[in-house]
């Protein structure tokens, strides 16, 4: 019988703070360095290695247990395991589940992913709780040979992630169209800051057909989508989420979008591109919202739905009033409740709005979906009333709380 | 929104007795129901039948009505209550059935008080069978394909189109009771034959087979304003087959993906939105084909469940308290969670931990019950435990069972040459397959081939293999290195599992891990998998680097809890426990609460001032007990509260230094060891039975000739009546000692001379080493022989004069002294021919604790657990705690009548060829629970005691008599009455020719066994059997008599266990129930809450003109 007792070289996780847990090596062995955060979601690994805006990050899991269904062929949300490093306490025997094409572990090796088992992921998530979010690194085989200064100096080493620019290194490098699913209804030019494979999915289901840019795209790139569709503009803009420190983005192509009065729908770092393009602040939270049981009211109806978050990063806006922008009043239309950070922006005098969390969900919860719904209707009030002061949701009342049970 | 202003008072019900299926996770449920109402300003009346509940306790409602819950005496509740609003969704399928029963009776239309929560079409859409397959439907998902039968014909035609194996489901039952699997027509004629019996609509379901499926639940949470939450998702280890109740479950679920884990909670969603419960809480039961993934719904509870407190301990999110917030009118963003106070509870709770349930189940007392496990549930109790692995988890939870055989072990010869019977043993479900499964691995079956046999995830296969492969490291090393301890730790081995690896004492494990350092630390069960700070205490042990025990300043009192429930050691103990820890919070102490079980109150992270969910054993406890030392001072451990778990460690802990307080170890001692009890008697000058001990054959001969049969005999170390038995005879005597000997060879026979025709009194005392308060004199209705557990009493003792229970008094005073008991003590007497003898005496509190604090209004167990932390009875007098004066030897004339009934399980188990199980009592404790009738009269209360735990006496029409020879003298008296009451008699010939020969008029039926032409009225030829199966006979009457008879009385006995008629086992009884039978006659039925009790009675001295004011 094959040994379950898998012999493990010995690894060491170091923060920036001098703290650090000794465990085994998990995955490749070798050395990492990124900031690290924390995330509670007790599904989807497979989703969560695989999303852009991990770029850089080196993700603990709080669920004890990783890997338990392998590797599948359909849960990847990009083409890469992005992740900078990984942090389990239990790394799986061996998977059990019908779609598994093979081992996470197995992946982790083949992607170079550095990663550390056997550590106690609770204690290490309970201080970047207190502390916040740092740098951190992971040794392990000839890397880890080295005195705790040496290893303490290597995280030190690392950027930081405030102030660091990343979308472009996660970005497609060419534009592809994800096509409608059945008819045709829209076509929006969808700018993919760190895109995750579910989100032009949802999309496409809602008719939408997808033209996904490059992260670099210009105002001329997203009026040629509406050309190729014999339109003047496409029938909407997305941005998508993605990795970094928003205050580094250029938000100029997606004012000129605002300008224009193009239907515009924003995720996570979309939001937060949203809002400096509307004047306002972003700042970096403690430690960030990471995980899939976040509660959010959607305040445009009062309902709690249950979320998928991955931020870092919030948009400073005051949650209690309107606030007055060279786009006209903007209200925050969507706020966490464990922490009344700002969730979601609706734009009243420009059809714009966005969040800060997940409705494309994989992984997390499915509540959120409406959301696109809600893009698809912004877009067709848009097309039939032409671009007079169209917001989302806040004329159709009705409509919304039908929404609700999507 | 906030709460509505419509409501002032609510009536809550309970779930009654403690039975299979529905245990005391309705306490829990209940009592936080109570608990929220009473805090929103609501006057809350409750109704249980159930005296050993937390719920009932008067301070928990404004009106506590311990009256049987039944649609009638429900009515009368609120015709007198006039409540706004009736919540039923707590109190587990009994409720249930009973507000459905007020709504067709149309009850609550006439009084106007809806049911809250879950409405009448919301409670039908999720019960019907057929219905909720529309529902299913309608929310785009999948239900086992099924056809609905009401007849044998339609089965059979039924299985016919669906193809066998089909699973048999009655309607409207409870725990599953009456379903399972037919492979064929005989089986699905004795299956279904029972459902539609048991079904309340004589309906079963019949559908096509899911066994081996994947089986998941989800805990949703919804409010009015339409949020819907999942609470928790749990996995059953044991696949589709084995009731959900009897399976090894996981939470949260470890083997879906988030894909696969999304759909369902998609479908769930959907399905309590369709479902239409308005607040609440529901489990949505799910099969997965391993294969492919095929999602099937099986079913919905549209009201909280033995799972949900499961996933409440298992996560921290408390269900029902949420789920009474969400009834009043609150939405899931208004209540805040309860553990981190700055979030809401509309969110899902994520765990950084495993948890593990396992079922723990009883079957040693029904030996000829068949212990497969099917779709009916047969556990009694569950264990949970947490860890920060599987194996930990799973390990904890087995040492949790408190059972030597359900750990794993590495112990006796290589299984290897039992690989193929081990594999054939596993693909039987039964208790205990886990440790097969276990041996199985370790005899070299692969992950795979136990898969195949069992169908149990290779996931969790694999995480046992890893267990063995441990233990192999462990047990092959040179040394027990600190490496290979550690990882052993890691993988929740305990220490006396590395003692047998390594063949030293436990003790020396412990030295060594000790030396070593490697010791638990405790984590917070938080909600939120530490995203946020947690401000509840609520700790597990695990082998990690941090510890998160906080310090503290005030002195701790360790209470230890009871473990999983057991047949003789339930809720009862739970009861005391919880009891004490609201006194000694109360009284300035820090409380610790440590047990295991997650149905109890006392592991609801509210009732103590810090919750450790550890099992209960000498390692777990030494290491709580060390982590709260370091924490801040500890004023003592209290053992005596718990029943046998905790007393049993009491020695041991006191030898590690721990101080106990209350009654000391070594006065434990003295009750317990046979013979220093003997010299505590002798001293005191009590008599007790002859008695002698046996190692042999000869010897019980010797003895049982010397004292005079009959005599009890049983092993000389037991609990609850453990192997007790009663025997006439030399001949069934050798039987017994050869086998008892053969089971025990270390231990003697204990042989007690028999007390024939003697009354069993029961007390319970306190004693603080000057002062004795007699709780309560309870007389049992059986005579001595029947263990107390099963037999009814009655307190105010019934038919004992003053000075009787004048010696009761006197004879445990100096028992109390003798043993030097600090706290409560139970004692157990018989008298007979006028000499009170003593039975035995337990210093702890005992199961009868809160029937006697709810009979007399006087709260015992918080007494005693001053008592133990050194305040004197005086003193609790003056503080009122306990009344200024007498005590519950004295109660006033007027005081009410309390009759205690125990409940039995039989009806839920059936021998391997499907028969009932004899329902016969004796010296072992069989009863899974208690009921308790109160009101002005013995008559009145039995009666509801009767209506409360078996639906009720007969008030009309045929009984049938069959009684022991040495029974039929005193048959004569109540069978009169029965005849006077308008009652048919039927009887076999000899109890006829007795009962025509006194002039009482009687039909002569023939017994199974006379062979057909033998003297029979029944000119069809059918027997007694059939004619009770055919519903002719309204109660039965049949008292065993040796083993001649045996056949024809438990052939007897199982027909009227099958057709629910009332059975009456013992002479005693019989005549009890005619005095019920002419009470109820003689005026309607009544109800009065205890409160109201409580002011008549006025042992308080606080109600000057209170005698008035009951009724």
Same mark, same amino acid.
């Given at each position: 019988?094959?040994?379950?007792?898998?012999?493990?070289?010995?690894?060491?996780?170091?923060?920036?703070?001098?703290?650090?847990?000794?465990?085994?090596?998990?995955?490749?062995?070798?050395?990492?360095?990124?900031?690290?955060?924390?995330?509670?979601?007790?599904?989807?690994?497979?989703?969560?290695?695989?999303?852009?805006?991990?770029?850089?990050?080196?993700?603990?899991?709080?669920?004890?247990?990783?890997?338990?269904?392998?590797?599948?062929?359909?849960?990847?949300?990009?083409?890469?395991?992005?992740?900078?490093?990984?942090?389990?306490?239990?790394?799986?025997?061996?998977?059990?589940?019908?779609?598994?094409?093979?081992?996470?572990?197995?992946?982790?090796?083949?992607?170079?992913?550095?990663?550390?088992?056997?550590?106690?992921?609770?204690?290490?998530?309970?201080?970047?709780?207190?502390?916040?979010?740092?740098?951190?690194?992971?040794?392990?085989?000839?890397?880890?040979?080295?005195?705790?200064?040496?290893?303490?100096?290597?995280?030190?080493?690392?950027?930081?992630?405030?102030?660091?620019?990343?979308?472009?290194?996660?970005?497609?490098?060419?534009?592809?169209?994800?096509?409608?699913?059945?008819?045709?209804?829209?076509?929006?030019?969808?700018?993919?800051?760190?895109?995750?494979?579910?989100?032009?999915?949802?999309?496409?289901?809602?008719?939408?057909?997808?033209?996904? @840019?490059?992260?670099?795209?210009?105002?001329?790139?997203?009026?040629?989508?509406?050309?190729?569709?014999?339109?003047?503009?496409?029938?909407?803009?997305?941005?998508?989420?993605?990795?970094?420190?928003?205050?580094?983005?250029?938000?100029?192509?997606?004012?000129?979008? @605002?300008?224009?009065?193009?239907?515009?729908?924003?995720?996570?770092?979309?939001?937060?591109?949203?809002?400096?393009?509307?004047?306002?602040?972003?700042?970096?939270?403690?430690?960030?919202?990471?995980?899939?049981?976040?509660?959010?009211?959607?305040?445009?109806?009062?309902?709690?739905?249950?979320?998928?978050?991955?931020?870092?990063?919030?948009?400073?806006?005051?949650?209690?009033?309107?606030?007055?922008?060279?786009?006209?009043?903007?209200?925050?239309?969507?706020?966490?409740?464990?922490?009344?950070?700002?969730?979601?922006?609706?734009?009243?005098?420009?059809?714009?709005?966005?969040?800060?969390?997940?409705?494309?969900?994989?992984?997390?919860?499915?509540?959120?979906?409406?959301?696109?719904?809600?893009?698809?209707?912004?877009?067709?009030?848009?097309?039939?009333?032409?671009?007079?002061?169209?917001?989302?949701?806040?004329?159709?009342?009705?409509?919304?709380?039908?929404?609700?049970?999507? | 929104? #906030?709460?509505?202003?419509?409501?002032?008072?609510?009536?809550?019900?309970?779930?009654?007795?403690?039975?299979?299926?529905?245990?005391?996770?309705?306490?829990?449920?209940?009592?936080?129901?109570?608990?929220? =109402?009473?805090?929103?300003?609501?006057?809350?009346?409750?109704?249980? &039948?159930?005296?050993?509940?937390?719920?009932?306790?008067?301070?928990?409602?404004?009106?506590?009505?311990?009256?049987?819950?039944?649609?009638?005496?429900?009515?009368?509740?609120?015709?007198?209550?006039?409540?706004?609003?009736?919540?039923?969704?707590?109190?587990?399928?009994?409720?249930?059935?009973?507000?459905?029963?007020? /709504?067709?009776?149309?009850?609550?239309?006439?009084?106007?008080?809806?049911?809250?929560?879950?409405?009448?079409?919301?409670?039908?859409?999720?019960?019907?069978?057929?219905?909720?397959?529309?529902?299913?439907?309608?929310?785009?998902?999948?239900?086992?394909?099924?056809?609905?039968? $009401?007849?044998?014909?339609?089965? *059979?035609?039924?299985?016919?189109?669906?193809?066998?194996? !089909?699973?048999?489901?009655? +309607? %409207?039952?409870?725990?599953?009771?009456?379903?399972?699997?037919?492979?064929?027509?005989?089986?699905?004629?004795?299956?279904?034959?029972?459902?539609?019996?048991?079904?309340?609509?004589?309906?079963?379901?019949?559908?096509?087979?899911?066994?081996?499926?994947?089986?998941?639940?989800?805990?949703?949470?919804?409010?009015?304003?339409?949020?819907?939450?999942?609470?928790? &998702?749990?996995?059953?280890?044991?696949?589709?087959?084995?009731?959900?109740?009897?399976?090894?479950?996981?939470?949260?679920?470890?083997? =879906?993906?988030?894909?696969?884990?999304?759909?369902?909670?998609?479908?769930?969603?959907?399905?309590?939105?369709?479902?239409?419960?308005?607040?609440?809480?529901?489990?949505?039961?799910?099969?997965?084909?391993?294969?492919?993934?095929?999602?099937?719904?099986?079913?919905?509870?549209?009201?909280?469940?033995?799972?949900?407190?499961?996933?409440?301990?298992?996560?921290?999110?408390?269900?029902?308290?949420?789920?009474?917030?969400?009834?009043?009118?609150?939405?899931?963003?208004?209540?805040?969670?309860?553990?981190?106070?700055?979030? #809401?509870?509309?969110?899902?709770?994520?765990?950084?931990?495993?948890?593990?349930?396992?079922?723990?189940?009883?079957?040693?007392?029904?030996?000829?019950?068949?212990?497969?496990?099917?779709?009916?549930?047969?556990?009694?109790?569950?264990?949970?435990?947490?860890?920060?692995?599987?194996?930990?988890?799973?390990?904890?939870?087995?040492?949790?069972?408190?059972?030597?055989?359900?750990?794993? $072990?590495?112990?006796?010869?290589?299984?290897?040459?039992?690989?193929?019977?081990?594999?054939?043993?596993?693909?039987?479900?039964?208790?205990?397959?886990?440790?097969?499964?276990?041996?199985?691995?370790?005899?070299?079956?692969?992950?795979?081939?136990?898969?195949?046999?069992?169908?149990?995830?290779?996931? %969790?296969?694999?995480?046992?293999?890893?267990?063995?492969?441990?233990?192999?490291?462990?047990?092959?090393?040179?040394?027990?290195?600190?490496?290979?301890?550690?990882?052993?730790?890691?993988?929740?081995?305990?220490?006396?599992?590395?003692?047998?690896?390594?063949?030293?004492?436990?003790?020396?494990?412990?030295?060594?891990?000790?030396?070593?350092?490697?010791?638990?630390?405790?984590?917070?069960?938080?909600?939120?998998?530490?995203?946020?700070?947690?401000?509840?205490?609520?700790?597990?042990?695990?082998?990690?680097?941090?510890?998160?025990?906080?310090?503290?300043?005030?002195?701790?009192?360790?209470?230890?809890?009871?473990?999983?429930?057991?047949?003789?050691?339930?809720?009862?103990?739970?009861?005391?426990?919880? /009891?004490? &820890?609201?006194?000694?919070?109360?009284?300035?102490?820090?409380?610790?609460?440590?047990?295991?079980?997650?149905?109890?109150?006392?592991?609801?992270?509210?009732? +103590? +001032?810090?919750?450790?969910?550890?099992?209960?054993?000498?390692?777990?406890?030494?290491?709580?007990?060390?982590?709260?030392?370091?924490?801040?001072?500890?004023?003592?451990?209290?053992?005596?509260?718990?029943?046998?778990?905790?007393?049993?460690?009491?020695?041991?802990?006191?030898?590690?230094?721990?101080?106990?307080?209350?009654?000391?170890?070594?006065?434990?001692?003295?009750?317990?060891?046979?013979?220093?009890?003997?010299?505590?008697?002798?001293?005191?000058?009590?008599?007790?039975?002859? $008695?002698?001990?046996?190692?042999?054959?000869?010897?019980?001969?010797?003895?049982?000739?010397?004292?005079?049969?009959?005599?009890?005999?049983?092993?000389?170390?037991?609990?609850?009546?453990?192997?007790?038995?009663?025997?006439?005879?030399?001949?069934?005597?050798?039987?017994?000692?050869?086998?008892?000997?053969?089971?025990?060879?270390?231990?003697?026979?204990?042989?007690?001379?028999?007390?024939?025709?003697?009354?069993?009194?029961?007390?319970?005392?306190?004693?603080?080493?000057?002062?004795?308060?007699?709780?309560?004199?309870?007389?049992?209705?059986?005579?001595?022989?029947?263990?107390?557990?099963?037999?009814?009493?009655?307190?105010?003792?019934?038919?004992?004069?003053?000075?009787?229970?004048?010696?009761?008094?006197? +004879?445990?005073?100096?028992?109390?002294?003798?043993?030097?008991?600090?706290?409560?003590?139970?004692?157990?007497?018989?008298?007979?021919?006028? *000499?009170?003898?003593?039975?035995?005496?337990?210093?702890?509190?005992?199961?009868?604790?809160?029937?006697?604090?709810?009979?007399?209004?006087?709260?015992?167990?918080?007494?005693?657990?001053?008592?133990?932390?050194?305040?004197?009875?005086?003193?609790?007098?003056?503080?009122?705690?306990? #009344?200024?004066?007498?005590?519950?030897?004295?109660?006033?004339? /007027?005081?009410?009548?309390?009759?205690?009934?125990?409940?039995?399980?039989?009806?839920?188990?059936?021998?391997?060829?499907?028969?009932?199980?004899?329902?016969?009592?004796?010296?072992?404790?069989?009863?899974?629970?208690?009921?308790?009738?109160?009101?002005?009269?013995?008559?009145?209360?039995?009666?509801?005691?009767?209506?409360?735990?078996?639906?009720? =006496?007969?008030?009309?029409?045929?009984?049938?008599?069959?009684?022991?020879?040495?029974?039929?003298?005193?048959?004569?008296? #109540?069978?009169?009455?029965?005849?006077? =009451?308008?009652?048919?008699?039927?009887?076999?010939?000899?109890?006829?020719?007795?009962?025509?020969?006194?002039?009482?008029?009687?039909?002569? !039926?023939?017994?199974?066994?006379?062979?057909?032409?033998?003297?029979?009225?029944?000119?069809?030829?059918?027997?007694?059997?059939?004619?009770?199966?055919?519903?002719?006979?309204?109660?039965?009457?049949?008292?065993?008599?040796?083993?001649?008879?045996?056949?024809?009385?438990?052939?007897?006995?199982?027909?009227?266990?099958?057709?629910?008629?009332?059975?009456?086992?013992?002479?005693?009884?019989?005549?009890?129930?005619?005095?019920?039978?002419?009470?109820?006659?003689?005026?309607?039925?009544? !109800?009065?809450?205890?409160?109201?009790?409580?002011?008549?009675?006025?042992?308080?001295?606080? /109600?000057?003109?209170?005698?008035?004011?009951?009724?």
């Amino acid at each position: 019988m094959t040994s379950l007792l898998t012999q493990r070289d010995p690894a060491v996780l170091v923060l920036e703070d001098g703290r650090s847990f000794a465990g085994r090596a998990y995955g490749a062995l070798g050395q990492t360095v990124g900031e690290a955060v924390f995330s509670t979601g007790m599904t989807g690994y497979q989703e969560t290695l695989t999303d852009p805006s991990y770029h850089r990050q080196v993700v603990v899991m709080t669920a004890p247990h990783v890997g338990n269904t392998g590797w599948n062929a359909e849960d990847d949300e990009s083409r890469r395991i992005w992740v900078a490093g990984y942090a389990v306490r239990e790394a799986g025997l061996r998977p059990s589940n019908w779609r598994s094409r093979g081992s996470l572990e197995a992946q982790l090796l083949e992607q170079g992913i550095v990663g550390i088992c056997d550590i106690d992921t609770r204690a290490l998530t309970r201080h970047l709780r207190e502390r916040g979010a740092m740098r951190v690194g992971i040794f392990s085989g000839p890397a880890g040979d080295a005195r705790p200064e040496q290893l303490l100096e290597r995280v030190h080493a690392a950027p930081q992630m405030a102030g660091a620019d990343l979308a472009r290194e996660v970005s497609t490098d060419t534009a592809y169209v994800v096509p409608a699913v059945g008819e045709r209804r829209f076509v929006v030019a969808a700018v993919d800051l760190g895109i995750k494979g579910m989100t032009p999915a949802l999309m496409a289901k809602e008719g939408i057909e997808v033209h996904v @840019l490059p992260a670099g795209a210009t105002v001329e790139d997203i009026l040629a989508v509406g050309r190729s569709a014999g339109q003047e503009a496409p029938d909407g803009v997305f941005f998508s989420n993605g990795p970094g420190d928003p205050a580094t983005a250029d938000v100029s192509v997606l004012q000129a979008v @605002l300008a224009r009065r193009i239907p515009f729908f924003g995720i996570c770092f979309g939001n937060q591109l949203l809002g400096r393009a509307l004047g306002f602040g972003t700042y970096k939270l403690k430690y960030g919202h990471r995980g899939i049981n976040q509660p959010v009211m959607d305040r445009t109806t009062g309902k709690v739905e249950v979320t998928a978050h991955n931020h870092g990063f919030a948009v400073d806006a005051p949650t209690k009033h309107d606030s007055q922008t060279p786009y006209g009043r903007v209200r925050v239309s969507h706020v966490c409740l464990n922490d009344d950070v700002v969730e979601g922006l609706e734009c009243l005098d420009v059809p714009a709005f966005s969040v800060q969390y997940h409705p494309e969900a994989a992984a997390g919860p499915h509540d959120a979906a409406y959301l696109f719904h809600r893009f698809t209707d912004l877009m067709e009030r848009h097309r039939v009333t032409g671009p007079q002061d169209l917001a989302p949701g806040r004329e159709t009342p009705q409509l919304l709380t039908e929404e609700g049970h999507h | 929104m #906030p709460k509505r202003e419509d409501i002032t008072s609510v009536l809550v019900i309970g779930s009654g007795p403690i039975v299979i299926g529905q245990a005391c996770e309705f306490d829990y449920s209940g009592t936080q129901a109570c608990r929220v =109402l009473r805090d929103e300003g609501i006057r809350v009346i409750l109704v249980n &039948s159930n005296p050993a509940t937390i719920m009932t306790d008067p301070e928990f409602a404004d009106a506590t009505y311990i009256e049987p819950i039944t649609p009638e005496v429900v009515e009368a509740i609120i015709a007198k209550e006039r409540p706004d609003a009736v919540l039923a969704t707590l109190g587990g399928q009994t409720a249930l059935n009973c507000a459905m029963a007020l /709504h067709e009776r149309g009850v609550l239309e006439k009084y106007s008080c809806p049911l809250i929560g879950a409405n009448v079409q919301a409670i039908q859409l999720g019960e019907d069978r057929e219905k909720f397959k529309g529902v299913v439907q309608r929310c785009g998902a999948e239900s086992a394909r099924s056809l609905i039968c $009401h007849t044998m014909d339609e089965c *059979v035609a039924a299985a016919a189109e669906l193809s066998y194996p !089909v699973v048999v489901r009655p +309607s %409207f039952t409870m725990g599953g009771l009456g379903s399972g699997f037919a492979y064929d027509e005989a089986d699905l004629r004795r299956i279904a034959g029972a459902g539609l019996q048991y079904s309340p609509v004589t309906e079963v379901l019949l559908e096509e087979s899911i066994i081996g499926w994947k089986e998941y639940e989800l805990e949703v949470m919804r409010d009015h304003a339409d949020n819907v939450v999942v609470v928790c &998702s749990i996995e059953n280890v044991d696949p589709m087959g084995v009731h959900t109740g009897d399976s090894i479950t996981v939470a949260p679920a470890l083997t =879906l993906t988030d894909r696969e884990y999304q759909r369902l909670r998609d479908i769930g969603i959907a399905v309590i939105r369709e479902v239409g419960v308005d607040t609440g809480g529901c489990n949505i039961q799910f099969a997965v084909n391993p294969r492919d993934g095929r999602v099937i719904v099986i079913e919905m509870n549209p009201r909280v469940s033995r799972s949900s407190a499961l996933a409440s301990k298992a996560t921290g999110f408390p269900i029902a308290k949420i789920a009474a917030k969400m009834a009043i009118g609150y939405t899931l963003d208004e209540v805040p969670n309860d553990i981190t106070k700055q979030t #809401p509870a509309s969110f899902e709770p994520t765990l950084d931990y495993v948890v593990v349930k396992v079922p723990r189940f009883a079957f040693e007392k029904f030996p000829a019950a068949d212990p497969t496990l099917t779709t009916t549930m047969k556990s009694v109790g569950e264990a949970m435990s947490l860890g920060r692995n599987f194996t930990e988890a799973l390990q904890k939870a087995l040492r949790s069972m408190e059972r030597k055989e359900s750990t794993f $072990h590495w112990s006796g010869a290589d299984p290897q040459p039992q690989l193929a019977e081990l594999l054939r043993e596993i693909a039987r479900p039964t208790d205990g397959r886990i440790v097969q499964v276990q041996q199985a691995l370790r005899a070299g079956a692969t992950v795979e081939q136990v898969h195949e046999a069992t169908g149990i995830d290779p996931w %969790f296969l694999d995480q046992i293999a890893l267990i063995n492969e441990v233990a192999e490291v462990v047990r092959s090393a040179d040394r027990l290195r600190p490496d290979l301890l550690a990882l052993a730790k890691r993988h929740g081995f305990s220490d006396r599992q590395l003692a047998q690896l390594r063949g030293m004492p436990e003790a020396v494990v412990r030295g060594v891990r000790h030396a070593l350092g490697i010791r638990p630390v405790y984590k917070t069960v938080d909600t939120c998998a530490a995203e946020f700070a947690a401000l509840t205490p609520y700790y597990y042990s695990t082998y990690d680097e941090e510890s998160e025990v906080l310090p503290r300043e005030r002195p701790a009192v360790i209470i230890l809890g009871s473990g999983p429930n057991r047949i003789g050691q339930g809720v009862e103990f739970d009861y005391s426990c919880v /009891h004490a &820890s609201f006194a000694l919070r109360e009284a300035g102490f820090d409380t610790v609460m440590v047990n295991c079980n997650p149905e109890t109150v006392s592991t609801d992270y509210d009732t +103590s +001032s810090r919750l450790y969910f550890e099992p209960l054993t000498l390692e777990d406890v030494l290491e709580v007990v060390a982590a709260e030392r370091a924490a801040g001072p500890i004023a003592g451990v209290i053992v005596q509260l718990g029943g046998q778990t905790p007393l049993g460690l009491a020695q041991a802990l006191k030898d590690e230094g721990v101080p106990i307080v209350g009654t000391p170890p070594e006065a434990i001692h003295l009750a317990e060891d046979r013979g220093a009890f003997g010299r505590v008697l002798a001293e005191a000058g009590l008599p007790a039975p002859k $008695h002698g001990t046996a190692y042999s054959v000869e010897d019980a001969l010797a003895v049982a000739r010397s004292i005079g049969y009959p005599v009890l005999v049983r092993p000389s170390y037991v609990l609850g009546g453990r192997g007790m038995e009663i025997v006439y005879d030399d001949e069934t005597l050798a039987t017994y000692v050869t086998r008892a000997t053969i089971a025990s060879p270390e231990h003697p026979i204990l042989v007690d001379r028999f007390l024939d025709d003697a009354i069993e009194i029961d007390v319970d005392v306190l004693y603080d080493g000057q002062e004795m308060y007699l709780g309560g004199v309870m007389e049992h209705i059986e005579e001595a022989g029947i263990h107390s557990g099963d037999s009814a009493c009655a307190l105010p003792p019934a038919t004992l004069g003053s000075a009787e229970i004048d010696r009761v008094r006197q +004879s445990s005073l100096k028992l109390a002294q003798g043993i030097g008991v600090r706290g409560l003590m139970n004692v157990q007497f018989a008298l007979a021919q006028d *000499v009170l003898y003593v039975l035995e005496a337990n210093p702890r509190a005992s199961r009868t604790v809160p029937f006697v604090a709810k009979a007399t209004g006087v709260p015992l167990s918080k007494a005693a657990s001053r008592i133990m932390l050194g305040t004197s009875i005086a003193q609790l007098r003056a503080e009122g705690v306990l #009344p200024p004066h007498g005590d519950g030897g004295t109660l006033p004339a /007027h005081a009410p009548m309390s009759v205690k009934e125990a409940v039995l399980p039989f009806a839920r188990f059936r021998t391997a060829e499907g028969q009932n199980v004899d329902a016969l009592l004796g010296p072992e404790m069989k009863s899974t629970g208690e009921v308790m009738g109160i009101d002005v009269d013995f008559g009145r209360a039995f009666a509801k005691s009767q209506l409360a735990a078996y639906g009720g =006496l007969p008030d009309s029409g045929t009984v049938f008599v069959s009684v022991a020879n040495r029974d039929k003298r005193a048959m004569l008296f #109540p069978v009169r009455g029965l005849v006077d =009451l308008g009652f048919t008699i039927l009887a076999t010939a000899g109890t006829a020719d007795v009962l025509r020969r006194n002039g009482i008029p009687v039909e002569v !039926v023939r017994k199974i066994t006379e062979r057909a032409g033998e003297p029979s009225v029944a000119e069809d030829g059918r027997t007694i059997a059939d004619r009770i199966l055919d519903g002719e006979v309204a109660m039965v009457v049949n008292t065993p008599t040796g083993s001649n008879a045996r056949a024809d009385g438990y052939a007897i006995r199982a027909a009227a266990i099958t057709a629910d008629v009332t059975l009456i086992t013992t002479v005693q009884e019989l005549a009890a129930a005619v005095q019920g039978i002419a009470s109820m006659r003689s005026a309607p039925l009544e !109800v009065t809450s205890l409160q109201q009790h409580a002011i008549a009675l006025d042992l308080y001295a606080r /109600h000057p003109s209170a005698s008035v004011v009951a009724g």
